[in-house]
């Protein structure tokens, strides 16, 4: 559970959901662009933030539909090459998004959609950050999620204090105890 101060929590839920009216509702055509009247019909099609869809849903005001960032083109393009899809430039926080649109649209198959894709970019980010052309170019890293480029800087920075550790000083101190020699007693 993200905190409520969490930035990237509140900039997930300003995500765009598209959303059809179950009830006609007055006093909010602000919401709906092509609406010539301050009122929304039953039926009508908008786009809503997520915190604003999520909290009509509960009231059962709307009916939530399904991102484009989700569609079956978005699905085959990541089942045919998952690292090479740019999910970034279709929803930044994609993953924090998709768990939490799962449970609220009628396509069961988001979150087992979301392991597959998570798990093989997974994969490839990290095999791309402990290789140092890859820190060098920022190509890739414009490919990643918010949540992926995360995990990328968490990797690189724990193979650089990997390699620090690795490469720095003598790996077995000799304790000082051992480096003095006795005496031999005269008895």
Not at 40 to 69: D, N, Y
Request: hydrophobic residues 35%; proline residues 5%.
């Amino acid at each position: 559970m993200a905190s409520y101060y969490d930035i990237d929590d509140i900039l997930a839920e300003e995500e765009f959901i598209p959303v059809v009216f179950q009830k006609a509702a007055t006093g909010v055509g602000l919401l709906d662009p092509s609406s010539e009247t301050n009122n929304i019909e039953q039926g009508a099609k908008v786009e809503l933030p997520f915190w604003l869809a999520h909290e009509l849903h509960t009231r059962q005001a709307v009916v939530m539909s399904i991102p484009s960032c989700f569609n079956q083109m978005t699905k085959k393009e990541i089942q045919a090459d998952p690292g090479s899809v740019d999910l970034r430039n279709r929803c930044q926080y994609f993953y924090e998004l998709g768990c939490k649109l799962a449970p609220m649209v009628s396509d069961r198959t988001i979150g087992s959609f979301l392991l597959y894709a998570f798990k093989n970019r997974y994969k490839e980010v990290l095999s791309k950050a402990h290789t140092s052309t890859f820190i060098a170019s920022t190509k890739p890293l414009t490919l990643l999620t918010k949540e992926e480029t995360h995990l990328c800087d968490a990797a690189q920075s724990s193979m650089a204090a990997f390699k620090k550790w690795r490469i720095g000083g003598s790996r077995f101190e000799r304790p000082a105890v051992l480096g003095k020699k006795r005496k031999p007693s005269d008895e």
